[in-house]
């Protein structure tokens, strides 16, 4: 756990209670309309409204919209009453003609409360001059093609920073993860080296309040392109109906507070962008963009870093669970013989005692003890036997009833650990009675470390000039700062504390003459089932809205302006939609995949030739009129299987081995049915087409593996991997022989039964 600094509370109050969402102004690079009522009467304006011809002065306050915006009224009414998403949504690049000529505005809607907003970005000369899609769809694909390649978190945000540097332009860019006390702390950088590095350090939670965190989280993107900017009012000061202040939560254009202002300046920066990073719906970390000159970041170059950030989101969430699982099923296992041990013993203590290096490795402790009212018996490097059993009575004492305590700095929290935080700086304490004060506590022995913090992370309060008041400054210095960490382990892992839990479960269970066992293993199973239902909602969720998006404005492009592009630039433009519509694909082949593991098997006895008849039939709907197959169906028997699963494998082989001969003047595919292997019916399927090098012939059933290029065959390289999946859960095994230019032989086994032949 990251160090609380207990001296910054009374200032964290103070920044806390300021109201940034509700300042009553705006950057000046746009225009804001508050619209309110089935009229859509306009109640607030920004006192930067161009005038245009024919139109009154003021922003047109208390006018109808339609009267002042006739061509824009209805397409804003619609996305009013049916936004697709909460906050601010991009509509399109409109024109307007002012007294100054025409000047052309991003507009971007969302509502806040009762009204609805209008945002009018002006366009700036580098937005009509770079960045274009088609210009920044090479960098996106790249992107997304690497991140399957980075090993680690850290290579993941390093991939992510670059990216984001290098589409916006800025002199840098961060990647800055926070911790559970809020602190941050930059993983990754990159930078032109105009402005100086601030890779690995930590700033303060004061940087970020809560106020501020949670309108990261609400509002993803952010930017100041010019730091000294003077802010434009919002007239009036409150709503005329309600008498509330203007809640610019979701506004893009939404001024910035004073002390963020003070903050950039001190850093050095005039220019700053910023990317909410959200996992499962809560703030992980933040891009963070700077520039020691103002700097305007088009609009679609944002709209890219908004989705780079997704995906990258996507792919750390995959990563992260992936991490969590591993070690998830490292404790399993372990636990899994502690608790055959405890079953085979008397005494279940004895059990644990008869066993040091499992009990230590449950928790990755240094050691052990298992503490009762009539014994102390320690494991490992742990405190001496006075020292536990004091530390036992005081938690009987002072945490009755609690079912897990842990800590990774006991000494704040039991001031006489101070003595011991060499062998018990960390302390991870279970009990295992329902009546009696018995605990198994593991220990974790202090990690002294150096903490550098990006300047002096304590704020304090000074006296402005100007109103004679205290008033909160950010620091002005940013050179590193270093703190001495002492008395403190390495923090424990969810997975770890679950560990732990689920053996006290189960020493309860067994103490409970093992009632609980099966309790507990179905609530295990519940759990990693929520966690592949919500990783399943998050992929068809967060992905698929911004390939759709992709594909709708690709096609808007090419429907509205296609005459004034090129033809390379409608080539990529279709390309682009090409694209976005493959990824969709994969995206449906992949919760496809991730769900076959998990639908029960209803199995039946069943012709196999009638199936195989039925697939094939289905397959030559989509063969082209001009080709010519020829197949050979042996006779099969009958199946013993779920006809719904078994109806998946048989259209995956026939659709690649339709696939693979496309180029023979004659295809060749024959099904049938081999000699008994192993007491299981083994059924294949040939082809006479391209074959493959049976040099790589392991990777054929993997998750996105191919063995011939994706131009050339197209597929998302999943169908086999579920082949194998489904013929694995029915007991069976798949593999494949074959040639270069030689065609080949897909074999799969199934348990015979008595009724299936």
Same mark, same amino acid.
């Given at each position: 756990m990251p160090i609380a600094l207990s001296r910054q509370a009374p200032e964290l109050t103070a920044c806390d209670?300021?109201?940034?969402?509700?300042?009553?102004?705006?950057?000046?690079?746009?225009?804001?309309?508050?619209?309110?009522?089935?009229? =859509?009467?306009?109640?607030?304006?920004?006192?930067?409204?161009?005038?245009?011809?024919?139109?009154?002065?003021?922003?047109?306050?208390?006018?109808?919209?339609?009267?002042?915006?006739?061509?824009?009224?209805?397409?804003?009414?619609?996305?009013?009453?049916?936004?697709?998403?909460e906050g601010a949504q991009y509509l399109r690049t409109v024109t307007l003609e002012t007294t100054d000529g025409p000047r052309a505005y991003d507009l971007a809607l969302h509502r806040s409360g009762a009204l609805t907003i209008l945002e009018f970005e002006e366009v700036s000369s580098e937005a009509a001059s770079g960045r274009s899609l088609d210009a920044l769809y090479p960098r996106l694909n790249a992107f997304v093609a690497g991140l399957p390649e980075a090993r680690t978190v850290?290579?993941?945000?390093?991939?992510?920073?670059?990216?984001?540097?290098?589409?916006?332009?800025?002199? =840098?860019?961060?990647?800055?993860?926070?911790?559970?006390?809020?602190?941050? &702390?930059?993983?990754?950088?990159?930078?032109?080296?105009?402005?100086?590095?601030?890779?690995?350090? /930590?700033?303060?939670?004061?940087?970020?309040?809560?106020?501020?965190?949670?309108?990261?989280?609400?509002?993803?993107?952010?930017?100041?392109?010019?730091?000294?900017?003077?802010?434009?009012?919002?007239?009036?000061? &409150? &709503?005329?109906?309600?008498?509330?202040?203007?809640?610019?939560?979701?506004?893009?254009?939404?001024?910035?507070?004073?002390?963020?202002?003070?903050?950039?300046?001190?850093?050095?920066?005039?220019?700053?962008?910023?990317?909410?990073?959200l996992v499962d719906g809560a703030l992980w970390g933040l891009i963070s963009c700077h520039n020691r000159t103002p700097r305007r970041v088009p609009l679609q170059a944002r709209n890219a870093c908004d989705f780079l950030t997704r995906i990258f989101a996507l792919q750390l969430a995959a990563k992260e669970r992936g991490a969590e699982a591993e070690q998830r099923l490292a404790l399993g296992a372990i636990q899994a013989r502690l608790l055959a041990s405890m079953a085979e013993e008397e005494n279940f203590l004895d059990a644990l005692l008869r066993h040091p290096a499992d009990v230590l490795a449950l928790a990755d402790a240094a050691g052990a003890a298992v503490v009762t009212r009539d014994q102390c018996r320690l494991l490992g490097a742990t405190p001496s036997e006075p020292e536990v059993q004091a530390l036992y009575a005081w938690l009987a004492a002072q945490h009755p009833g609690s079912d897990v305590y842990v800590t990774e700095a006991l000494s704040e929290e039991y001031p006489p650990a101070a003595a011991f935080t060499?062998?018990?700086?960390?302390?991870?304490?279970?009990?295992?009675?329902?009546?009696?004060?018995?605990?198994?506590?593991?220990? /974790?022995?202090?990690?002294?470390?150096?903490?550098?913090?990006?300047?002096?992370?304590?704020?304090?309060? &000074?006296?402005?000039?100007?109103?004679?008041?205290?008033?909160?400054?950010?620091?002005?210095?940013?050179?590193?700062?270093?703190?001495?960490?002492?008395?403190?382990?390495?923090?424990?892992?969810?997975?770890?504390?679950?560990?732990?839990?689920?053996?006290? @479960?189960?020493?309860?269970?067994?103490?409970?003459?093992?009632?609980?066992?099966?309790?507990?293993?179905?609530?295990?199973?519940?759990?990693?089932?929520?966690?592949?239902e919500a990783f399943s909602y998050s992929v068809s969720h967060d992905l698929r809205a911004p390939f759709r998006h992709i594909v709708g404005y690709s096609e808007?492009?090419?429907?509205?302006?296609?005459?004034?592009?090129?033809?390379?630039?409608?080539?990529?433009?279709?390309?682009?939609?090409?694209?976005?519509?493959?990824?969709?694909?994969?995206?449906?082949?992949?919760?496809?995949?991730?769900?076959?593991?998990?639908?029960?098997?209803?199995?039946?006895?069943?012709?196999?030739?009638?199936?195989?008849?039925?697939?094939?039939?289905?397959?030559? =709907?989509d063969v082209a009129p001009d080709r010519t197959i020829r197949w050979t169906i042996e006779p099969l028997g009958r199946a013993y299987g779920d006809p719904v699963m078994l109806r998946l494998v048989l259209e995956n082989l026939f659709s690649n081995a339709i696939k693979y001969t496309r180029g023979r003047t004659e295809a060749s595919i024959a099904v049938g049915r081999a000699a008994p292997r192993d007491g299981q019916a083994v059924f294949f399927v040939r082809d006479n087409g391209v074959g493959f090098d049976m040099a790589y012939v392991g990777k054929l059933f993997g998750v996105f593996q191919r063995l011939h290029r994706v131009e050339d065959?197209?597929?998302?390289?999943?169908?086999?991997?579920?082949?194998?999946?489904?013929?694995?859960?029915?007991?069976?095994?798949?593999?494949?022989?074959?040639?270069?230019? @030689?065609g080949a032989t897909f074999y799969f086994t199934l348990p015979l039964r008595e009724e299936a032949h």
């Open positions: 209670r300021e109201p940034i969402h509700i300042l009553g102004s705006v950057q000046p690079h746009g225009f804001l309309l508050a619209l309110e009522g089935d009229d =859509r009467r306009i109640v607030h304006a920004s006192a930067n409204v161009p005038e245009m011809p024919g139109q009154p002065a003021g922003g047109g306050l208390g006018e109808a919209f339609a009267r002042l915006f006739p061509d824009l009224d209805a397409e804003v009414g619609h996305q009013a009453a049916h936004p697709e998403r850290g290579e993941l945000c390093g991939l992510l920073a670059v990216d984001i540097r290098h589409i916006t332009g800025f002199d =840098r860019a961060l990647v800055y993860r926070f911790d559970r006390d809020w602190h941050g &702390t930059v993983l990754a950088e990159d930078g032109t080296g105009v402005l100086p590095s601030y890779l690995d350090l /930590r700033f303060p939670v004061s940087d970020i309040p809560a106020q501020a965190r949670e309108l990261y989280r609400r509002n993803r993107l952010r930017i100041i392109p010019d730091a000294g900017y003077a802010p434009v009012p919002i007239a009036p000061g &409150t &709503t005329p109906s309600t008498g509330e202040p203007l809640d610019l939560s979701q506004s893009i254009l939404r001024s910035v507070s004073p002390v963020h202002v003070e903050y950039m300046r001190n850093m050095g920066t005039m220019a700053s962008m910023s990317v909410s990073i060499d062998t018990a700086s960390g302390v991870l304490a279970i009990s295992i009675s329902q009546k009696y004060a018995s605990y198994v506590l593991w220990f /974790r022995p202090e990690v002294v470390r150096t903490v550098k913090w990006g300047g002096d992370p304590t704020k304090t309060a &000074t006296v402005d000039p100007g109103s004679g008041q205290d008033r909160l400054h950010p620091r002005k210095s940013f050179e590193i700062w270093k703190e001495t960490v002492k008395a403190r382990a390495l923090p424990w892992t969810v997975p770890v504390a679950d560990a732990a839990k689920d053996l006290r @479960a189960s020493v309860l269970g067994i103490v409970l003459r093992r009632a609980e066992e099966l309790a507990a293993l179905s609530e295990e199973l519940q759990r990693s089932n929520k966690e592949l808007l492009l090419r429907s509205r302006e296609g005459d004034r592009l090129s033809n390379k630039g409608r080539h990529y433009v279709d390309t682009i939609i090409e694209a976005a519509f493959s990824a969709g694909t994969l995206v449906d082949n992949l919760l496809a995949f991730s769900q076959m593991g998990r639908n029960a098997l209803n199995r039946i006895s069943g012709d196999m030739n009638a199936l195989v008849e039925e697939v094939r039939r289905k397959a030559m =709907r065959f197209e597929g998302t390289g999943i169908g086999l991997a579920n082949v194998r999946r489904i013929v694995e859960r029915h007991g069976g095994e798949v593999w494949a022989e074959g040639a270069l230019d @030689a």
